[in-house]
């Protein structure tokens, strides 16, 4: 493409083009106006001229008949700057006037007539414009009566003269102006894609040139920078998880393959192939549970693919899990205290089962991870009430509490992310996945997530909005 | 018992078909939907398992399909698909159980076997249970044993209904889970085995014979241990 090709394309040609169309147009409607308009004046005072003389020869002729008009005409059209005069027979032969010749059918048709005409010095032929008045007198004379109207002409000329100057000076600046502001924008649009290429080819960290001056460009170049840092953030969010999935489901998968081969080469006796196979199935249905946690958080995390929502009562489903854990949390020697008033009913529009697997995972983490050195201590408070929140949105609230050593507020975001073990967790089993799950089910039913500090101890308090129509009825 | 064993996988099932022979029932396979659903409209089958991604017909429209021509054959699906609403679309399509690929033997056995039981069990619903000396009264909430009342909590109640109706039956955790929580998730860790231990308490302390019993590797049995 060259270059003027690509010019004539831009949008900035194409606007300038359009405002020179409309300058061009509205100069030459304002100059056309006021030519109009002056002629129209000119045309109205020659005419009131006319009048006057006519008016005053008029008396004239009454006073003294043909011969007094002529006496006083041919005076009058001796006199500098005259008006014009011409007096003929009916014959049409010269009686009086500064008019040579006008041409003869003029004279044959009384009223006013824009006509050529030859002044009485002989200069020139029929070379002269002029606005005449015709009147045929008794006795079958003409008179002619009108006013040179070259003065009329030179203004025209001069109102032409002016028309052309302007349009061909608005239109030269105006593709001037054109030029120069598409060879400018034109610019700064290549300088940005060529940046963007350069980021597409691969090189992430790049971004566009902000000029500063808060313009159309600059207001795209910053939201576009902005788009490249959430990019970025999503990419390193994904590598992240791919590198955690390759470390820990690789972990697994190379103990089970060690220990299988283990038992191959040193095993002899049935009993210990029994066991070595019973601990290959008991390994593989570990990473089956990763594999389906992690399918269920990328499900719940898609948004779109999430399981229909349908309403249960929270506060039932609490209860419910809290009983299904208390008999174990009691063989742990961690009494759990259940908090939930009985006549406590918390509607909420939602997947039950997503929502007791969350409950069970914030237990089970009590369990894991919540208890106290000092065995005496162990405690899991699992409550469950209706609260307001800021927006008086009736909103379910559910925690789960433990006397354990809880998670400073350093590490709290990071506890949420898949696969993460905090370095105090490290030695106990478990794939990171639990609290991950949660935060992803709370997200799906719109609700919120927090770890709190239960001094000492950890909170985990979820807070789902409970569903509008059943608050209604409840 | 009869059982068809509708997929398509030859791995899977000739492992699915060889172990419900060694468990001593008569097992029949077929390799896709429409080889299953002739087979399953013709043959007289105790229990379905079908799969829910075949070939040419797929796992729930034979299932729908059988359903409309008025055959109730009790039906597990098995799935690779483990989420959440799958198992309701499957229930929905006229599935009776559900079970998510990979599973352990043990359980599709004793679900198959409990489905092919509540069939039988299906056209007088007892209102009383009886195992050994152990009395179950459904209508009054009563249990007994050895004419002596044993007072459970409502969720130690329905844990000994559910092993009573299959008495004689393993049942496996989720079964448990699933018939007396009504959760289908994975608990992970011991929480089904403290609630069993605490009725076997309740139930067998002080007696002779105990009825619950632990099925290693699979999960539990109550069952008149003097037959």
Redesign the interface.
């Known amino acids: 493409m060259t270059a003027l090709g690509k010019l004539f394309r831009t949008t900035a040609f194409k606007l300038s083009a359009m405002y020179l169309l409309v300058f061009v147009l509205f100069a030459g409607f304002i100059i056309g106006y006021v030519a109009w308009n002056t002629r129209q004046v000119i045309d109205n005072q020659i005419r009131d001229t006319i009048a006057a003389e006519i008016r005053g020869l008029e008396e004239q002729y009454r006073v003294g008949g043909i011969r007094r008009l002529v006496s006083i005409i041919d005076r009058r059209a001796r006199e500098p700057g005259a008006s014009l005069y011409l007096v003929t027979t009916f014959a049409g032969e010269y009686l009086t006037g500064n008019v040579d010749s006008v041409p003869l059918d003029i004279l044959d048709r009384p009223g006013v007539h824009e006509t050529f005409y030859s002044p009485g010095d002989g200069t020139e032929a029929h070379a002269r414009e002029a606005m005449a008045h015709v009147f045929v007198l008794p006795g079958g004379f003409r008179m002619l009566v009108g006013r040179d109207v070259g003065e009329r002409e030179r203004l025209d000329q001069v109102i032409r003269e002016a028309l052309l100057l302007s349009l061909g000076l608005v239109t030269v600046l105006a593709c001037l102006g054109g030029w120069f502001i598409t060879r400018r924008v034109l610019k700064r649009v290549d300088a940005m894609t060529e940046t963007t290429r350069t980021i597409m080819a691969g090189d992430l960290g790049g971004r566009l040139a902000v000029a500063g001056n808060g313009d159309e460009l600059d207001r795209l170049a910053l939201n576009l920078n902005a788009m490249l840092d959430r990019i970025g953030e999503l990419m390193t969010g994904m590598k992240e998880v791919s590198d955690n999935i390759a470390h820990d489901l690789k972990t697994p998968l190379t103990r089970l393959r060690n220990r299988a081969e283990e038992a191959l080469r040193t095993a002899t006796t049935p009993e210990e192939y029994a066991r070595a196979l019973d601990t290959t199935i008991e390994e593989s249905d570990n990473l089956i549970r990763v594999f389906n946690a992690l399918l269920t958080i990328a499900r719940l995390e898609a948004g779109d693919a999430a399981p229909a929502a349908a309403p249960f009562d929270a506060a039932e489903t609490a209860r419910s899990v809290a009983e299904l854990y208390e008999a174990a949390a009691d063989e742990a020697h961690a009494p759990v205290t259940i908090d939930i008033a009985p006549d406590l009913a918390l509607p909420v529009n939602g997947n039950r089962e997503l929502v007791g697997q969350a409950l069970a995972n914030l237990i089970d983490n009590a369990l894991k991870y919540g208890l106290p050195e000092d065995a005496d201590d162990a405690h899991i408070a699992i409550t469950a009430r209706r609260e307001h929140d800021g927006g008086g949105r009736e909103m379910a609230v559910i925690s789960v509490a433990d006397h354990g050593p809880g998670i400073p507020e350093s590490d709290r975001a990071r506890a949420l992310e898949r696969f993460a073990r905090l370095e105090s967790s490290r030695t106990k089993p478990g794939f990171g996945l639990g609290l991950s799950l949660v935060a992803a089910v709370v997200r799906m039913h719109g609700g919120t997530l927090s770890l709190e500090d239960n001094a000492p101890g950890l909170r985990v308090v979820m807070t789902l909005p409970l569903s509008p129509e059943q608050e209604a009825t409840a | 018992m009869k059982i068809l064993v509708i997929e398509d996988d030859a791995d899977a099932a000739a492992f699915i078909v060889k172990a419900l022979r060694e468990a001593g029932h008569v097992a029949d396979h077929a390799p896709d939907g429409l080889d299953g659903y002739a087979q399953a409209s013709e043959g007289d089958y105790d229990v379905l398992v079908v799969d829910r991604m075949l070939p040419k017909l797929d796992g729930l429209s034979v299932i729908r399909s059988l359903r409309e021509q008025g055959i109730e054959t009790p039906v597990l699906i098995l799935s690779a698909l483990?989420?959440?609403?799958d198992r309701?679309k499957g229930l929905r399509a006229g599935g009776d159980d559900y079970l998510?690929k990979?599973f352990?033997f043990s359980e599709l056995l004793a679900r198959v076997e409990a489905l092919a039981r509540r069939r039988v069990g299906q056209a007088s619903e007892q209102t009383v249970y009886r195992v050994g000396d152990l009395e179950l009264d459904r209508l009054s909430h009563k249990v007994t044993r050895a004419d002596e009342e044993i007072v459970l909590q409502p969720?130690e109640f329905r844990l000994l209904e559910y092993l009573m109706r299959n008495a004689g039956q393993v049942v496996t955790r989720t079964m448990l889970?699933e018939n007396v929580?009504?959760?289908?998730?994975?608990?992970?860790?011991?929480?089904i085995d403290?609630?069993v231990s605490?009725l076997r308490a309740k139930i067998d302390k002080g007696h002779e014979t105990a009825l619950i019993h632990t099925v290693r590797g699979a999960g539990y049995m109550i069952r008149d241990g003097a037959r």
Not at chain 2, 181 to 191: A, E, I, R
Request: glycine content about 4%.
């Open positions: 483990g989420q959440v609403d309701v998510a990979p352990a969720r889970l929580w009504d959760y289908h998730f994975d608990p992970q860790t011991n929480v403290v609630h605490r």
